[in-house]
């Protein structure tokens, strides 16, 4: 019963690198998100898609791209990792009948 | 913008103690309103969730409500145990669910 999975669960990264956050879910969830959880600022949504073929900005997008490769599959990339993008990752999914959102553990990253 | 406030941002109780957490958003437009609970260095596990037409959801010790025309929505914990210490979020859902949080209660129940 896997749910929503994220890889990896933690990544250290240098200023200036790139690197591409993996999310999958199994539910056949239509809608899928990221959001960014940094202390005292609380969950901010990055981007989400709300059916397979779209993505759309959320609070904060800049500094971010989003793919949805297919109905499972969501991913984060970071092309140019700054130190303010240090922040746990979340990658959620919902479904059309009730909108619960269900979320993956979390992927830690930290910019030198 | 919708906004969502918690309070408090913590609160410590002694075991058995039924608890209320607050939670207020600005917009009163909005489609659902989730429930979370999440203990350190992990994700999100969803508790609750209550629609637009609902007035309040139970499950088992916790019971939530929502008043959409004050702003409000309330998590009540009967007979608190220490294994509910958490964090618990709220977030209210807006166009294609998409949902703004509020900071959170930090929950402490001591033995």
């Known amino acids: 019963n896997a749910g929503v999975t994220q890889t990896p669960k933690f990544q250290v990264l240098k200023t200036g690198q790139s690197m591409t956050l993996q999310c999958a879910q199994d539910m056949n969830h239509n809608s899928m998100y990221w959001y960014r959880q940094d202390p005292g600022m609380g969950l901010r949504l990055i981007y989400y898609?709300?059916?397979?073929?779209?993505?759309d900005k959320g609070e904060v997008p800049n500094g971010y791209n989003v793919s949805r490769l297919n109905k499972r599959e969501f991913s984060l990339r970071l092309e140019s990792a700054a130190p303010s993008q240090t922040s746990v990752y979340f990658c959620a999914s919902s479904g059309l009948a009730s909108g619960e959102l269900f979320f993956g553990e979390g992927s830690r990253l930290t910019v030198l | 913008k919708q906004e969502v406030t918690q309070i408090p941002a913590a609160l410590s109780v002694p075991e058995g103690e039924n608890l209320v957490l607050n939670c207020s958003f600005t917009?009163?437009?909005?489609?659902?309103l989730q429930w979370f609970r999440q203990d350190p260095g992990k994700g999100l596990t969803s508790l609750l969730l209550?629609?637009?037409?609902?007035r309040e959801q139970t499950s088992g010790r916790l019971n939530a409500s929502l008043d959409k025309s004050s702003g409000r929505s309330t998590l009540y914990i009967a007979a608190s145990q220490p294994g509910d210490s958490a964090t618990y979020l709220c977030?209210?859902?807006?166009?294609?669910?998409?949902?703004?949080f509020g900071k959170g209660t930090l929950l402490t129940v001591n033995p």
């Open positions: 917009d009163s437009a909005i489609y659902n």
């Open positions: 977030g209210s859902g807006g166009s294609n669910y998409k949902l703004t």
């Open positions: 209550i629609q637009s037409s609902q």
């Open positions: 898609s709300a059916s397979e073929g779209t993505t």
